[in-house]
């Protein structure tokens, strides 16, 4: 737990801000820069059957209450004892929502909730007491909830639900307008969406761990690159990542799996959806050119940005030690054109190498096969591009990975690039707009190499 932050910008030239010391302890925090907005999770360290969590909101630069906000601690009071630590806490802002999770996996016990922060108006309430949840921002009016549901006596389920955010302010009861809130007192909101997943075999059971929905940046939220600052209205691409262990005949076997989903197709749906229930989309009606999956070699890292707008960036195993995933399908059609263009006759002897080594659904098959790529090609081509479009699909087969009853195929493009030039190796790597940062952790502290992808990257 900590009572103090600083935050430290990665451009050199900026100015470090002082610390921000607080008279209370914490572990969960996030920052809103263009609001000067910091909102921090906490419990009551002295009142162990306290049931509360408190939200701060505070601001960026003075550590003092925010302006703007007319309750700036807002306070939640839980049927159950709530976490401490991660991973039953985190917390998210935009615009005038902050949201909350608040969660026991291991009992399948979760409550997200939103409020506008500058009223303190509690706005929706999702919640179950049968499974698992992460979440992320479609856009500014709707959210996308990955769900989980663990069962050891019957079917694990995998879904995604999308809500409608309450938007009407003043229609939210008094109750509902304070300082403090009990969540008993607040009706579940209701999904306007579910969008069936694979059915998961009986024999295999969803982990209450490495369970992640990501999407940066958040909707309406600043991205900066070298040549111009934007907001994107909406999130492009959604990551999902799971992983199944086998009960009965398949006890100690685990599989491990990274799904990317298009959010422009998310919100295409949203549009069309009406308000009067919940429709339903079963899997065989939207994930096979909707989605792209794959295969991952370990559980993931819950605090590492690997998703910047619709890229992606996986650690490698071994040379060239990292590669960038793009799937935004106008860049994918782009340079799929523009290489036709330019050679209208000649095979693309890439893609076929990577595809007769199983590379096109399985990450450590990937990197392997990226790794043997490199040792082969000549050293004066460093730079490389794979274009995977929707004839060429990933399929996961039930022979060789567990966890589903019906092999996957799915299709969403994308276009792979790398580089064969030396670089350190890094302990990790994250992304942001057009900035790959390199991790490498020391004994007593932690070093950050920034590297900017070029235009042709």
């Known amino acids: 737990f900590s009572d103090t932050l600083q935050f430290i910008p990665l451009d050199s030239e900026a100015p470090e801000s002082p610390p921000l010391s607080f008279d209370f302890t914490f572990n969960e925090f996030t920052t809103d820069p263009g609001q000067g907005l910091l909102a921090i999770l906490s419990r009551s360290m002295h009142r162990p059957k306290d049931m509360s969590v408190y939200i701060h909101l505070r601001s960026s630069t003075t550590r003092l209450a925010h302006t703007l906000a007319r309750h700036p601690r807002l306070t939640a009071v839980f049927d159950f004892e709530p976490p401490y630590v991660w991973p039953g806490f985190s917390i998210e802002i935009m615009g005038d929502l902050v949201l909350a999770k608040v969660s026991l996996p291991q009992t399948h016990k979760y409550e997200l909730l939103v409020w506008n922060w500058k009223f303190g108006i509690l706005l929706d309430k999702i919640s179950s007491r049968k499974g698992i949840c992460d979440y992320a921002f479609l856009d500014q009016q709707h959210l996308v909830v990955l769900s989980g549901s663990p069962s050891i006596q019957s079917h694990s389920a995998l879904a995604l639900l999308i809500h409608a955010i309450s938007d009407n302010v003043s ?13 008993t007192d607040v009706p579940i909101s209701q999904p306007i969406l579910c969008l069936g997943l694979p059915q998961i075999k009986k024999s295999c059971t969803l982990s209450e761990t490495g369970f992640f929905l990501q999407a940066q940046p958040t909707p309406g939220r600043a991205m900066y690159t070298s040549s111009v600052t934007f907001a994107c209205p909406h999130a492009r691409i959604f990551s999902l990542t799971f ?33 009067n229930g919940t429709k339903v989309l079963p899997w065989s009606s ?20 690997w998703m910047s707008s619709s890229r992606f960036i996986t650690l490698l195993p071994h040379h060239p030690h990292y590669c960038v995933f793009d799937f935004s399908r106008p ?36 990197g392997s096969a990226i790794s043997q790529f ?16 929707e ?35 890094h302990g990790g790597w994250q992304i942001n707009g057009d900035c790959v940062i390199g991790i490498t952790s020391g004994e007593t502290s932690e070093t950050l190499t920034i590297y900017r992808l070029e235009k042709n990257e």
């Open 171 to 183: 229609a939210h009861s008094y109750s509902l307008n304070t300082e403090q809130i009990r969540i």
């Open 243 to 275: 992983f199944l262990h086998g009960t009965l005949d398949n006890w100690g076997s685990r599989g491990y799996y990274r799904v990317f989903v298009d959010g422009r197709f998310l919100l295409d749906q949203v549009r069309i959806t009406p308000r």
């Open 286 to 305: 939207w994930g096979e050119r909707a989605t792209r999956w794959f295969v991952v070699p370990e559980e993931s890292d819950h605090w590492i940005s």
């Open 331 to 366: 860049i994918v059609r782009r340079f799929r054109d523009s290489y036709a263009q330019l050679h209208p006759v000649a095979p693309n002897q890439d893609n076929d190498f990577f595809k007769t080594k199983g590379a096109f659904q399985d990450l450590a098959r990937l």
């Open 374 to 389: 490199s040792i082969n090609s000549p050293r004066n081509r460093q730079f490389f591009t794979i274009t995977v479009g």
């Open 391 to 425: 004839d060429q699909p990933s399929i996961i087969g039930i022979d060789g990975y567990i966890g589903f009853d019906e092999p996957i195929t799915s299709r969403l493009p994308y276009r792979l690039v790398f580089r064969t030039d030396e670089k350190p190796e």
